[in-house]
């Protein structure tokens, strides 16, 4: 959520700060800040609340310069957005850090810290580790000594970056439950919690693993690991580019994300099926051992990605015929779970640091699965790096909050896994053809399916003045009635709930009158005949229905009945991923209607990597 960038150079680095920022501002953050030596041997600091632009407004009246730096975008956990308790924090003889993250035992901390003297200036968590690498490096009289003495004593996740006027040429840094990548340049070294931020300046890229600490200075790196040993960590180019990260012609992130899906689930597809047939071997050279040994699938992830899972479920179900569990992270890691024989462990995130899932994974290793295999997109992340089998997305990068591309492809690797999971339990090889075929449809199909935005451009009008809003589906569409859903409310700010529609009867139906919008996906499958009767009963309410159906579904328009009519002959296995596109642009109409903010909307983050 929060962002960190930092930078170690013999030019002016504060352009390469700022400018980091606004590339990391689609994780969400409420206030913003930079702390530099300009040459004069003494931190200059500024911070603002809001906007990484008023930042630069900041920058603006009171210009500075210097060849090291840190800046950070701050998402509140402790103490309220404010400007004293946004980053950088500083301590006594001119120690600034900024941090990404939850210090669990920072009251006990700032306890000990009071009564030793120090003076707290905001409520936030971060200061006490400021005063706390001050106090040791009274101590030790070195401020790397001071920080790994000081993260010896830290309970909970963290991403830091330390500068120290006595130092001034150097950045510490140290890593545990949160990302901190090392941003390799020619005479000059960068930091950053995401690639993105850095790509400006450079491609090549070195991660922290969970423990270290390390020292960047313009000509040398010095890492040492959780035990103090000098460690060694590999140098990589990353293959993502700083123009991947921008709009273009579209006006927000969003609009441009949900366009650009052909192409995302294409290239999620590309070199992992070939002639009619899956290569397993895309999920890592193990996979093929452990599908076949796999009798059970353990789904875990977080709001969009669990939608994904849930749909998986029922295609794990029916056409793998092995048993499928799709649980909430946060759910999941705090209970006790009967692990059975031979379960693979699958985590779906888009960022790949969700702090939930994440956990959830470091406790499935520990509890007798047979392996655990990670959906996602970003290659350096730390899910990815921690798990046996990975089946990267491919979406390249998504910078709007409301997940778009990064859902409809976390599908098509789940139609992947399916496929895999098929091949062995009970598939032939015409079924093995037959499945990826209809996942190399599904591009075509939803391009078809785009050309229906003006029409939903249209009908968002009619949700301008609305409250409410409710999403049916049933079986495998019922999940993607709960991301239209959760679209909806994000970035509208409309309320919406999402039921399967056998569910009316049993409550929802006392919401139903002409003020509540009843929003349907209706694919021509096995359950269509039931969910006709379900429309019946909204009907009978006075609701006003809103169905994307299939052209062969038999549902016609009438009083209070807007049938949108969908692309032909889209398969059960092609639904899920081409009935999601109109919800998404639906959401999307109906917030520029209402005028909030669609890429970043108030209260949320892009990448929650804190509990």
Known sequence: MCGIVGAVSTRNIVPILIDGLRRLEYRGYDSAGVAVLNGTQHLKRLRTVGKVRMLQEALDDDPTSGHLGIAHTRWATHGVPSERNAHPHISDDGIAIVHNGIIENHEELREELQKAGYVFTSETDTEVIAHRIH???????????????????????????????????????????????????????FVASDVAALLPVTRRFMFLEEGDVAEIRHDSIRILDVEGNKAHREARDSALSAAAAEKGEFAHYMLKEIYEQPQAIAQTLEERVAGGKLLEAAFGPAATAVFKRADAVQIVA?????????????????ICRLPCWVEIASEYRYRNPVVPQNTLFVTISQSGETADTLAALRMAKQSGYL???????????SLVRESDLVLLTRAGPEIGVASTKAFTTQLSALGLLIVALAKFHGSDAERERGLVQRLIEIPSLIEKTLHL????????????????????????????????????????????????????????????????????????NDLLEKLKSNLQEVRARGGELIVFADPDAGISESEGVTVITMPK???????????????????????????????????????????
């Open 453 to 524: 935005e003006p029409r939903i451009k249209e009908l968002a009008k009619r949700f301008a003045d609305k409250h409410h809003a409710l999403f049916l589906g049933r079986g495998q569409m019922y999940p993607i009635a709960l991301e239209g859903a959760l679209k909806l409310k994000e970035i509208s700010y409309i309320h919406a709930e999402a039921y399967p529609a056998g569910e009316l009867k049993h409550g929802p139906l006392a919401l139903v009158d002409a003020d509540m919008p009843v929003i349907v996906v209706a694919p021509n």
């Open 371 to 381: 392996s655990t295999l990670a959906i996602c997109n970003v290659p350096e992340s």
């Open 302 to 318: 977080c709001g969009t990605s669990y939608h994904a899972g849930a749909v998986a479920k029922y295609y794990v179900e029916q």
């Open 135 to 189: 106090y040791h490096q009274k101590k030790l009289g070195d401020v790397f000594k001071a920080v790994r003495a000081t993260v010896a004593e830290l309970e909970g996740a963290y991403a830091l970056a330390v500068i120290n006027e006595a130092n001034p040429d150097c950045i510490v840094l140290a890593r545990m439950g949160c990302p901190v990548v090392i941003g390799i340049g020619e005479n000059e070294n």
């Open 569 to 611: 002959h889209v398969s059960h296995f092609q639904a899920p991923a081409v009935y999601t596109i109109p919800l998404q642009l639906l959401a999307y109409h109906c917030a520029l209607l209402k005028g909030t903010d669609v890429d970043q909307p108030r209260n949320l983050a892009k990448s929650v990597t804190v509990e």
